[in-house]
C-alpha cells in the first residue's frame, strides 16, 4: 500500500475513534459541537460521523434548534449496534459477560476453577460459555472477545506470568484467535480495570487516569487523554511489586516486602489470622462484616492494612500525578471509609504543593470493571475494520 494511502487510511480511522469518543462522553451530541471539541472542520466530522452511522454504531436521535437555519440533528451510541464478550480471570474463578456499546449486560456467568488446573481447562471452560453467548447475537453485530488476567501478558497475547493463579508462558491468545477469529485482546486486569473505567465508568473526562485493582494482588493501569499505557514491555504499570518495606514479608513475585505483600486482601487475610489468633483462613466478607462491627481483631488488621495501603498509593500518585484515582477489587468494598482514608492520603502527601486535587473514587462498575474493560479494548480495531 503506498504510503500516502496508509497515512489517509490511518486518519481516517483516528477520525472515527475521536467521534465515537466524544459521542461517548457527552451523550446526544450535534455534528456541529463535535467539530468544536475536536478542532476539526465539520465536513470532516459529517464525513466520519456517516460512516459510524453506516456502521449501526451511532444513530441519530431527533434535533435540537441552533438559532436561524434547519434544527441540527443529534447523535448518540447505538446500543444495538454491536456486542462484545468480555472476560475476567481472577484466582479461583472467572466472570464472562455479553453487552451491548453502552455497556448493558445481555448474559453473564460465573465460573470457578481449581488452582491445580491446567491452563488449558480453565481456556476451555470460559470458550464454551462465550461460545454460547455469541450463539444469541445476531453474527453481524458481534464485535470480537477481550479477556483480562491477573499478570504480565506479551504484545502477542501470551500470558508471561501470572503468579496469583500460577500460570506461566500460556498462549492464551492464540487459543482464543482459533476458537472466536478477530479480534481478540488478552489484557492485564488492572489495565483492562483502567480501560473500563474510562470507557463505560465515571472517569470519561479524565485526562489522566489511574485505576488500582485491589485484590488478591495489587495491579495497576493508567489511562492518559484516552490511551492505555503499558510500558516498554507491558508491565508498565505493575505497582503491586514496588517495594515499600526493605525485607518485608515475602511477596508470591520471589521479593521482599512488595506493596502487594503489604496491603493486598492476602496481607489483610494473614493480618486478621494473627490478630483473631487463629489459624483457619478468615474470609474477606467475615473481616469486612466484623471491622463494621467494630470488633478489635478486625479493626487492627485493616487499619495496619491501610496503613500500607497508604504508603504505596501516595508513591503511586506522586509518581504519575493523575487527576483521577479509582479504587476497584474486593477491598474497594470498604467504600466510603476506604475513599475517604485515600483521599486524604493521596491529597495531603502530594509532592507538588498546591496542585490541583486528585478525584478519588471508588469504582461504579463493581466487580466487572476488568470484564467491561477486556471488552472495550476491541472496539476500535472493530470500529476499524466492521463493513458498513
Known sequence: MPISVARHSLMRQMNDIAVLTVVRQNGPTSRRRIAEILGLTKSTVTVATQRLLQKHILTEVGSVSA???????????????????GAAIDVGSYHVILFDLQARIIRQTIGYYDLS???????????????AFRQDIDQGRYLGFGISIPGIISTGGDVIYAPNIRWTNVPMRDFFVRLFGEPVFIVNDANAGAVGEYFFGEAQ????????SLGMGIGGGAVVEGNLMQGATGAGTEVGHMVIVENGPLCRCGRHGCFEAMASVRALTERAMRTADVRQWIELDHILTSFA???DWAVRAVEETLTYLKIGLVNVANIYDPDTIILGGPLSHLGEFLRHEIDEAV?????AEGRRQIAVQITSLGDLTSVFGAGAMVLHTAIETREA
Open 205 to 212: 473526562h479524565s485526562e489522566l487516569l489511574l485505576y488500582l
Open 117 to 131: 488446573s491446567p491452563p488449558e481447562k480453565v481456556l476451555e471452560s470460559i470458550g464454551q460459555d462465550a461460545a
Open 347 to 351: 491529597n495531603a502527601r502530594g509532592i
Open 67 to 85: 438559532g436561524p437555519g434547519h434544527p441540527e440533528r443529534l447523535l448518540d451510541i447505538n446500543p444495538t449496534g454491536g456486542f462484545i464478550i
Open 293 to 295: 462491627a467494630g470488633e
